[in-house]
T-cell receptor, first 114, second 117 residues
Framework: AQSVTQPDIHITVSEGASLELRCNYS??????LFWYVQSPGQGLQLLLK??????LVQGIKGFEAEFKRSQSSFNLRKPSVHWSDAAEYFC????????????FGQGTTLQVKP | DVKVTQSSRYLVKRTGEKVFLECVQDMDHENMFWYRQDPGLGLRLIYFSYDVKMKEKGDIPEGYSVSREKKERFSLILESASTNQTSMYLC????????????????FGPGTRLTVT
């Protein structure tokens, strides 16, 4: 069965430091991959997506992610974190049945130190 | 600007009550979804609907039902609320335009935090 793993439940970084959030997926074919962000008490907002083509994708708020097929990974990065980036981040993969359903990871909570 | 709205941000209900959570989208999307979100468990799919009056069970449908009488509205129903249904409930929608994975691009509402006492 398909799955998404976010190995880090909590991450703390200092403001201005770089960030990498890890995501691993299991899927046989080329996956459709997403990163969403959830600010406290809010719904999920799409940060970026990978469907095909260039394996480095750019998103909103200065985020990027790189699809690495050999490692089954889709890690999210940002070169310099801002205090407003503190939130929960979810990685997701589209299911194999072309139904539109997403399979989500457990989420990573990002804390930003001043 | 795309929009998914949910009828309540916070809701407190008593055990045994019938609870309705409403979701409306203005994007003419065919697919609509209900998730519950619990700490450490991520988002789990309760039900989804791919057309008016059509529905399909997700991963955790027990204790829930849904209704979709109009394309823009998808309701989640807790027939007899229990304390273990205290959670954050998120609604989402997506289009069935089958181009390059767009079918999977879901738009979320702000969520309803339900407390059952």
């Amino acid at each position: 069965a398909q799955s998404v793993t976010q190995p880090d439940i909590h991450i703390t970084v200092s403001e201005g430091a770089s960030l990498e959030l890890r995501c691993n997926y299991s899927y046989g074919a080329t996956p459709y991959l997403f990163w969403y962000v959830q600010s406290p008490g809010q719904g999920l907002q799409l940060l970026l997506k990978y469907f095909s083509g260039d394996t480095l994708v750019q998103g909103i708020k200065g985020f990027e992610a790189e699809f690495k097929r050999s490692q089954s990974s889709f890690n999210l990065r940002k070169p310099s974190v801002h205090w407003s980036d503190a939130a929960e981040y979810f990685c997701a993969v589209g299911d194999a049945g072309n139904t539109g359903k997403l399979i989500f990871g457990q989420g990573t909570t990002l804390q930003v130190k001043p | 600007d795309v929009k998914v709205t949910q009828s309540s941000r916070y809701l407190v209900k008593r055990t045994g009550e019938k609870v309705f959570l409403e979701c409306v989208q203005d994007m003419d999307h065919e697919n609509m979804f209900w998730y519950r979100q619990d700490p450490g468990l991520g988002l789990r799919l309760i039900y989804f609907s791919y057309d008016v009056k059509m529905k399909e069970k997700g991963d955790i449908p027990e204790g829930y039902s849904v209704s979709r009488e109009k394309k823009e509205r998808f309701s989640l129903i807790l027939e007899s609320a229990s304390t273990n249904q205290t959670s954050m409930y998120l609604c989402a929608s997506s289009s069935i335009t089958r181009t390059s994975g767009s079918i999977y691009e879901q738009y979320f509402g702000p969520g309803t935090r339900l407390t059952v006492t």
